[in-house]
């Protein structure tokens, strides 16, 4: 059973910088797209971004407007999340996806094969 484990949320203050890291138990590198959704208190859920299996493939959220960067290292089964410039709307909970199609991964539908638990981000004004 692929089990997918976040890492690196945390508090930080508005204008600060952190990076999310995830990290699949088993070898799916090679065979899946990964990304991330987040979850803002009392919201749905959203896209964030998204990275095909060779990282030749990227997609944002609407709402990063260049202030995420998602890269993958297969070697490592880790896909990570660099923000800048996080603002206290960016606070919410961080989920990791995996799947075959890359389009689950950026839509969430069909629900992608694989989440994470998630981790929580906290930006402070």
């Known amino acids: 059973q692929v089990q997918l484990v976040e890492s690196g949320g945390g508090l930080v203050q508005a204008g600060g910088s952190l990076t999310l890291s995830c990290t699949a138990s088993a070898r799916i590198a090679s065979h899946y797209a990964m990304g991330w959704f987040r979850q803002a208190p009392g919201k749905e859920r959203e896209f964030a971004a998204a990275i095909t299996v060779s990282g030749g493939g990227i997609s944002y959220g609407d709402f990063e407007k260049g202030r995420f960067t998602i890269s993958r290292d297969n070697s490592k089964n880790t896909v990570y999340l660099q923000m800048n410039s996080l603002k206290p709307e960016d606070t919410g909970v961080y989920y990791c996806?995996?799947?075959?199609?890359?389009?689950?991964?950026?839509?969430?539908?069909?629900?992608?094969?694989?989440w994470g638990q998630g981790t929580q981000v906290t930006v402070s004004s």
């Open positions: 996806n995996a799947d075959r199609a890359f389009g689950a991964v950026v839509s969430g539908q069909p629900p992608p094969e694989y």
